[in-house]
């Protein structure tokens, strides 16, 4: 039996057509959506037009956490749309106030092994619990609520092996600006990073979260982690620990490229105008 790394395993047990081969298109059975109040308003509209009676998804949600101020009637009056809209199609509502939707959906929603599409760039925050989660147009959300797969090209996996110990100032943001210093800001096109090693046991999910978000920094289709302990522990404490399942890569799995991160060698830095991969340290 073939070793899978945990993209390819979640791939291989979503995939509807084509043939894992990299950059050959596949389509992809969606379990999750997100869509936000900035991209969310067009998507229910395309449903609407659709005729969509109901969502088709395992879930969706749709979050306000962008258009918040309020210097007129416009953002309040999304919002009512949405909430609206929500309510006709059968998707979670998280009204204005509520928090940001990346580490919501991870607190309350987000499962290990399942697919979760976004209208929102940063939706591979996702893949810090250990889901395959990419950010896509509005049109591609709406066609993913009302059923449809998802087409994406077969991406390359960039296995990142995690060794030693974050030094004390040093945080998980730190580790992603390393990151873009050595792959930089477009290199990243067409991979899933997929994070793994002993360096993991001190990273946090919410650690993993910021990893994760700002992979889209590198342009990458998507950041998986696996699902261990600490993904344990967390589901636990957000008393969802039903929902929890073990997932890892198989001795032996191979990926299309490697690195290793010392964690320990990885310094304080910040990010310089006008881009995140013009780090300072």
């Not at 395309?46 to 007129?72: I, P, R, W």
């Not at 990151?179 to 096109?189: E, F």
Request: aromatic share 6%; charged share 25%.
């Amino acid at each position: 039996m073939e070793a899978l790394n945990i993209t390819e395993k979640i791939i291989k047990s979503h995939l509807v057509s084509g043939k894992m081969v990299p950059d050959e298109e596949i389509t992809l059975k969606i379990d999750q959506t997100l869509t936000q109040d900035a991209t969310g308003t067009l998507v229910m509209l395309e449903l609407e037009a659709l005729g969509l009676e109901q969502a088709k998804t395992e879930l969706s949600v749709q979050y306000c956490d962008h258009n918040l101020l309020e210097e007129d009637n416009k953002n309040a009056e999304d919002h009512i749309f949405l909430l609206s809209a929500a309510e006709r199609f059968g998707i979670w509502y998280s009204r204005p106030g509520n928090g940001i939707s990346h580490p919501l959906h991870i607190h309350h929603f987000g499962i290990p092994g399942k697919t979760l599409l976004g209208a929102d760039s940063h939706t591979p925050s996702a893949g810090a619990l250990g889901m395959l989660a990419i950010g896509t147009g509005g049109l591609d959300v709406a066609m993913a609520i009302a059923g449809e797969p998802y087409p994406v090209e077969m991406p390359k996996i960039y296995g990142i092996e995690l060794k030693g110990k974050l030094r004390d100032w040093v945080s998980a943001k730190d580790v992603i600006l390393e990151m873009l210093q050595r792959i930089g800001v477009r290199d990243g096109r067409g991979w899933v990073f997929e994070y793994f090693g002993e360096g993991l046991n001190d990273l946090s999910v919410m650690d993993r979260l910021v990893i994760a978000n700002m992979g889209t920094e590198l342009g990458a289709t998507s950041t998986v982690f696996p699902s261990d302990k600490e993904t344990h522990r967390f589901m636990k404490a957000m008393e969802r620990e039903a929902d929890w399942k073990e997932l890892k890569a198989d001795e032996g799995a191979e990926y299309d490229k490697t690195m290793v991160l010392d964690l320990s060698t990885v310094e304080p830095m910040i990010a310089c105008p006008s881009s995140p991969g013009n780090g300072l340290r």
